[in-house]
């Protein structure tokens, strides 16, 4: 089975600071790669996928993610950060052989807080 | 854009009292999906459905829950005798086909047992 690491839990920045989350993922198979965002008191929202092909992949709001196949990694990444992006963050993934009805399995979540 | 309705958006039930949870997923999609955050920890998956039946469930998925379209519209989500760890968010999700498509979500149920 599939299981995803998030290894920040709470992260605090300032306004214009760089951002890098990481994500790691545990499946000897063929994977798609996701991050969700969760506004406070909001639902998921998709900020970004890899399903194949170019390994660094631009989602919404400037937000970004590469694919390192062999250290099995899904970091995010923004170059500035605003305070519209506190909110929590979840790496997801979801296996391509396990049947097509495949379910998405999150990581524990990173909390961003962005100080002004 | 299509999105996955919720209904309703916060639900408080006495323990031992069966809810009914309802979804609306996009019109084409095929598969369906029941998530569940428990305040404070990750999300959860429960079950996912396809064809009118339950394709896979988590240990969580017991049976005190069970899952029905019955009218090729609602996706329904019922926990029979409620229990106060059921207490959580309650999502579900919708994927149009294959294994390459995203997964869109509903605003979510926030359950209360008391």
């Known amino acids: 089975a599939q299981s995803v690491s998030q290894h920040n839990h709470h992260v605090i920045l300032s306004e214009a600071a760089s951002l890098e989350l990481g994500c790691n993922y545990s499946y000897g198979g063929t994977v798609n790669l996701f991050w969700y965002v969760q506004y406070p008191g909001q639902h998921l929202q998709l900020l970004l996928k890899?399903?194949?092909?170019?390994?660094l992949v631009k989602g919404i709001k400037g937000f970004e993610a590469e694919f390192i196949k062999s250290k099995f990694s899904f970091n995010l990444r923004k170059p500035s950060v605003q305070w519209s992006d506190t909110a929590e963050y979840f790496c997801?993934?979801?296996?391509?052989?396990?049947?097509?009805?495949?379910?998405?399995?999150f990581g524990t979540g990173t909390r961003l807080q962005v100080t002004l | 854009e299509p999105e996955v309705t919720q209904t309703p958006s916060h639900q408080v039930t006495q323990m031992g009292q069966e809810v009914i949870l309802r979804c609306v997923p996009i019109?084409?999609?095929?598969?369906f999906y029941w998530y569940r955050q428990i305040l404070g920890q990750k999300v959860e998956f429960l079950v996912s459905?396809?064809?009118?039946?339950?394709?896979?469930k988590s240990e969580i998925f017991d049976d005190q829950f069970s899952v029905e379209r019955p009218d090729g519209s609602n996706f329904t989500l019922k926990i029979r005798s409620t229990k106060l760890e059921d207490s959580a968010m309650y999502f579900c999700?919708?994927?149009?086909?294959?294994?390459?498509?995203?997964?869109?979500f509903g605003s979510g149920t926030r359950l209360t047992v008391v």
């Open positions: 890899y399903f194949s092909g170019d390994p």
């Open positions: 997801a993934v979801n296996a391509r052989d396990t049947g097509t009805a495949s379910k998405l399995t």
């Open positions: 019109s084409n999609h095929l598969y």
């Open positions: 999700a919708s994927r149009k086909g294959g294994s390459n498509y995203g997964y869109t």
């Open positions: 459905f396809y064809n009118n039946e339950i394709s896979e």
